[in-house]
């Protein structure tokens, strides 16, 4: 399985990014799909999930501001990120998941500056 994400940047607090995520070797529609992000000295956390049948789970510091959504014919699930904050800088990875098994990117950099 392989996942490419791209969209990562440098932005000013209270811009926007979208971030996306291409996945290959599986069948992506049967896949959860997650974001996680590991800012620099903190633990990495889940930012956000969707389901195979398109629910969404978020991290309390992101609703509101981030949505998570997945194009099965595209094999790629995304992260729209508003009202981004400096706490949001990090390095946010995308990840596949079926069953216990998960695959996951190289990671993108987000840096909001404040």
């Known amino acids: 399985v392989q996942l490419e994400e791209s969209g990562g940047g440098l932005v000013q607090a209270g811009g926007s990014l979208r971030l996306s995520c291409v996945v290959s070797?599986?069948?992506?529609?049967?896949?959860?799909m997650a974001w996680y992000r590991k800012a620099a000295g903190k633990q990495r956390e889940l930012v956000a999930e969707?389901?195979?049948?398109?629910?969404?789970n978020y991290v309390a510091s992101v609703k509101g501001r981030f949505t998570i959504s997945r194009d099965n014919a595209k094999n790629t699930v995304y992260l729209q990120m508003r009202s981004l904050m400096f706490e949001d800088t990090a390095v946010y990875y995308c990840?596949?998941?079926?069953?216990?098994?998960?695959?996951w990117g190289q990671g993108t950099q987000v840096t909001v500056s404040s």
């Open positions: 990840g596949a998941g079926v069953g216990e098994l998960w695959s």
């Open positions: 070797g599986t069948i992506f529609s049967s896949n959860r």
């Open positions: 969707i389901s195979s049948s398109g629910r969404t």
